[in-house]
């Protein structure tokens, strides 16, 4: 699965932009029925009604991981909603390029009552994709559909708008002009079998090092996974604690492999949204309260702040004449929250609460001392 996660930005490379906005941008075998379809009309060769829709199930008929047995089925209702679109594809070619007559783009139904463009060879989506592609975009997509945060209706409509883009990220003498950002924790590699462990509800067990500690066996019930500051954490109820804890990919030593214990549902134990609701990070410490966390920034720093949220709970409270402002988090203190203070140096000063306000202070005093080369 997570090879299909690393081409899906190919397609986004790849493609002209071109805004659509219909049914078949977000239900999956449509757009599949429709790529199948675009790519027989503008083959040489000539199809009647039913071996087009012959060969469409066919071909869907293979991404048995994609489509559900109980949608390989083409009506000829669905078959004439199917070419209606295509054709609206193509009248919108027609406009954009000027063309009049018989330049003009169509689908051709002769005679013999088969079907094909009035110019083979130039489909409606330019950069075509064969079947394995399209089953490996698609799939990425239905993986998408899992993770945290993406909006079914409009995130995901956007990734399958990507598909039949074309945006140019090098200029034309090749040079690169975007970068993204590569993952540079260890245990990247590890994501496929947790991710299926989770969809199967598999218990599993893991060879776990934790910094400075000894490696363990752990027994996990696997339910979550989320990236943070680059590195990927396993969340699941684990056996020796009896509780919910969270593993950091990266310190799993070896592939994960499948235990007899039957599974523990997440119901009760683990509800995603509860867990993260009020931290920064990964790290919950149940016994600790969700407190006002009172920062001010600096006027070079707030900027920032502001436009990049910390935390969903931030609220600005006051912008201060010499530009400075004010915020208010709601949130327990964990390692990811100090972690992050930390980082922005003289640039925020903790007003509340105290105790904060003092291990930041502290912290800060024996970094001082390091570099002052005193122990005290």
Known sequence: MMQICNIILQPFCKQKYQHMSDKYDINTPQYLRIRILDKLLASKRKYTRSELKEKVMEE?????????????????????????????????????NGLTGSEKYCIIVDKEHRYYYSHPLIPVFENKMDVENIQKLTGAVQLLKQIKGFDHDDEIKSILQGLDQQIKISSTDGDQIISLQHLVADGYHYLDDLYNAIIDKSVIEIEYEPFGEETTQKIVHPYFLKQYNNRWFLFGYDESRKNISNFALDRIKRKPKGHSTEYLLPENRFNPHQYFKNIIGVTNYTHNPVENIILLFSKERAPYIISKKIHDTQEILEKKEDGSTLIKLQVKQNFELKSFLLSQGSHVTVLAPQSLALEIANELKQTLARYSGSTS
């Open 60 to 96: 869907m008929n293979e991404m048995t991981d994609i489509v559900k047995p109980d949608e390989l089925n083409y009506p000829d209702r669905t078959f004439a909603n199917d070419k209606k679109y295509l054709e609206n594809k193509l009248a919108v070619l027609n406009d954009e």
